[in-house]
């Protein structure tokens, strides 16, 4: 097992919980603070990140961290991580055993960073989010923008920033949802 986050990235770089280590280039482990503020929850690395091993590093996360930062929230709060470590091969959602299989890490990552705001991004993160917490969510598009009470932390589901690189015309609400949450923490 692992006490802290360094222990458990060391196994994560050398998983075989599941399929997707087998295709994988790197482990993707979570990156930023010791005591954030948010914590947001990606779905899966994409090949950017496969290659590099950084969350959130090609086109879905410039968009996220330009609509963060416009909301004044600082990049200093923020820890982000992912639902899975390892690429889906062809970028295919995760499958729930691999949501299974990783949310181990996920759960230590919450329990032992204590975020105020969690961000949920999509609707795996949500599925990972609520296999760890026991809470029911309503679909994402239903869920976004809700606050729902989890352990002295507040749950705020988001969409996936793919999402509004597939359709501009959520960016309002998506810039909306971070303003909510910049003035929340
Ligand atoms: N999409 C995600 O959900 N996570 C990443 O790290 C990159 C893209």
Known sequence: MYSNIEEMNALIKNCIKCNLSLKRKNAVCGNGPKNPKIMIIGE?????????????????GVLLRKVM????????DVYITNSVRCRPHNNQK????????????????????????????????????SYISG???DPIT?????KI????????????????????????????????IANKN
Not at 69 to 76: A, F, Q, Y
């Open 44 to 60: 899966a690395p994409g090949k950017t990140e496969d290659e590099n091993g950084i969350p959130f590093s090609g086109r879905s």
């Open 69 to 76: 930062e416009e909301s004044g929230i600082d990049s200093k």
């Open 94 to 129: 995760p499958k729930k055993a691999n949501l299974i299989a990783c949310s181990a890490y996920l759960k230590f990552e919450v329990e032992f960073l204590k975020p105020n705001i969690i961000v949920p991004l999509g609707n795996s993160s949500l599925g990972a989010l």
């Open 135 to 137: 809470i029911r969510f």
């Open 142 to 146: 239903k869920a976004i923008g809700q």
């Open 149 to 180: 009470s989890w352990n002295q932390m507040i749950i705020i589901p988001q969409f996936h920033p793919a999402a509004i690189l597939r359709d501009m015309k959520r960016l309002k609400v998506f810039e909306g949802v971070f303003r909510k």
